[in-house]
Antibody, heavy 120, light 108 residues
Framework: QLQLQESGPGLVKPSETLSLICSVSGASISSDNHCWGWIHQPPGKGLEWIGNICYGGSTYYNPSLKSRVAISVDTSKNQFSLKLSSVIAADTAVYYC????????????WGQGALVTVSS | DIQMTQSPSTLSASIGDRVTITCRASQSISLWLAWYQQKPGKAPKVLIYDASSLESGVPSRFSGSGSGTEFTLTISSLQPDDFATYYCQQYNSYSPYTFGRGTKLEIK
């Protein structure tokens, strides 16, 4: 059974870098059939896609965040990570990692989410 | 960006009711649309993908229809477990992926 689990600091200071890891169990992150993504949800608000990393290392980012985002994979640990730089209070959100098919398809497996608060 | 306009934002209904939620895309997305259910404090769960395909394990009272720019999610007979927030999402292209603003389904 595929499981995803987010981990990382729950509190980040303004202007610093938010870093989260998604640990994957039950499947290989090197699979050529899937992409791995991040989605965030500010408290009480809707969902916003941040970006994906796919087989071969191709990355796709939301243009609204592209200048501040980096997603990478560590195949040796079966993990992928999110870095969001120069954070502001508006980046406070629950951050979800998720998996989708390599081609067209929804995010059909999700982590439980990690709340990250940006505050001094 | 492809904008996803979801309506209504809130819907009050009773057990056993048939309810419909609509999602409109700002340009054609073919069939590349999913519907998710989210309960408080939980991750979204996919119900429908490719506009009308039922995800494995999802009750058959959920159905999706539409293509191009107009899509609907229908729950044929509301059950207590269905009161939640529902989101549509387009995955037509990395333009970027976008979600609707959500429909909160409440008990009347």
């Amino acid at each position: 059974q595929l499981q995803l689990q987010e981990s990382g600091p729950g509190l980040v200071k303004p202007s610093e870098t938010l870093s989260l890891i998604c640990s994957v169990s039950g499947a290989s992150i090197s699979s050529d059939n899937h992409c791995w993504g991040w989605i965030h949800q500010p408290p009480g608000k809707g969902l916003e896609w941040i970006g994906n990393i796919c087989y071969g290392g191709s990355t796709y980012y939301n243009p609204s965040l592209k200048s501040r985002v980096a997603i990478s994979v560590d195949t040796s640990k079966n993990q992928f990570s999110l870095k969001l730089s120069s954070v502001i209070a508006a980046d406070t959100a629950v951050y979800y990692c998720a998996r989708k098919p390599y081609s067209y398809g929804p995010f059909n497996y999700w982590g439980q989410g990690a709340l990250v608060t940006v505050s001094s | 960006d492809i904008q996803m306009t979801q309506s209504p934002s809130t819907l009050s209904a009773s057990i056993g009711d048939r309810v419909t939620i609509t999602c409109r895309a700002s340009q054609s997305i073919s069939l590349w649309l999913a519907w998710y259910q989210q309960k408080p404090g939980k991750a979204p769960k996919v119900l429908i993908y490719d506009a009308s395909s039922l995800e494995s394990g999802v009750p058959s009272r959920f159905s999706g229809s539409g293509s191009g720019t107009e899509f609907t999610l229908t729950i044929s007979s509301l059950q207590p477990d269905d009161f939640a927030t529902y989101y549509c999402q387009q995955y037509n292209s990395y333009s970027p992926y976008t979600f609707g603003r959500g429909t909160k389904l409440e008990i009347k």
